[in-house]
């Protein structure tokens, strides 16, 4: 009889239940596995702190929003412990060998497949799950969580279209995704926004106003600005290149990383991003402008139909390559069906929106401005 393990990490998101939920019963009943669950992602895995999926845990849970385990955004190799970031690498294996496990099922984004590598690298076999609501796991056509926080998004901006209306202002809604452009894109098309601004294209704020200055002259004297967390304008962007270019002096070795400079420029530039681009916005166009942060919203709740039938395939998928003893594999959904695909394939990369992507041609079609 085949041991499984199943943990969740990285940010919540919607399906996650869902997918323990096909993992665990098809291993279970389907196959008469074992199953049991790591709480709090890696840290659980670590700290041996585990909840029994062997019974009634996995009954109800189809429908409910978060994950039944926990989940942290920890790493095996960088734990925080007593105030220290230490690689507990070794306990987890330790822990992994003690269950007696033939596989470590993993649900989580791009950090998870990153961790789930280097775990497989340690010789444990693994199978990721791509979830998040951002969208942005390669070699997947879609991940869980995507498509019920694009329906919240969408749900957002019909609602703050009608007191946009009513107010004559602009409302500037920020939406999640990390540095890709998903959400905002699909979020704002489906909701109608009149600006969308995504990282993948950098903005130029007079083309942005100028948009909302012809609405106004054509009797429109709202509009709805859909902007993606992650996206900055040229003059934003170059701020950030050029504190990541910043080099150390020849010879002398860097007192910090230059990725921590970079760090610390976006961490400003970002920060009330949002707000700024609001009150320039207010500023050059005479318009009232307002700002609405979606946050955490996006992530709560109960999954969409869609994101409950992809995390079931998804699920099952993996306890079919378990049962096949095909481990350190991503389940993709590809097409109708799903793709075992190797972890060293899509470890490391983000999926970002391609500039000449369908859907940013036909909102364009339909006159969305995207600040280029
Ligand atoms: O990856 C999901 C996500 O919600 C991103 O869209 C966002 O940038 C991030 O997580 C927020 O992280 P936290 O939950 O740690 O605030």
Known sequence: TKHIGILTAGGDSPGLNAAIRGVGKACLSHYGMHVVGFRDGFRGLMENRTTPLDGGQLSGILTSGGTILGTS?????????????????????ANYHEHRLDCLVCLGGGGTLKNALRLKQKGLNVITLPKTIDNDVAGTDITFGFDTALGIATEAIDRLHSTAHSHHRIIVVEIMGHRAGWLALGAGIAGGADVILIPEIPYDIESIAEA?????????????????????SKPELAVLKAASAKKPARGKPPKRKADDAEADAAELLYADRTLRLAKQLERMTGLEARVTILGHLQRGGTPSAADRMLATRLGTAAADLIAQGRYGVMVAARGEGTRAVKLEEVAGQVKTVPPDHPWILSARRVGTNFGD
């Not at 920890?74 to 220290?84: L, Q, S």
């Not at 909302?212 to 996206?231: C, H, M, Q, T």
């Open 212 to 232: 909302i200055r012809e609405r106004v002259r054509s009797d429109k004297p709202f509009s709805i600005v859909a902007v993606a967390e992650g996206a900055l």
């Open 73 to 93: 955004r920890d790493k095996p190799h960088k734990m925080p412990v007593g105030g220290k970031l230490l690689d507990m690498t070794d306990a987890i294996v």
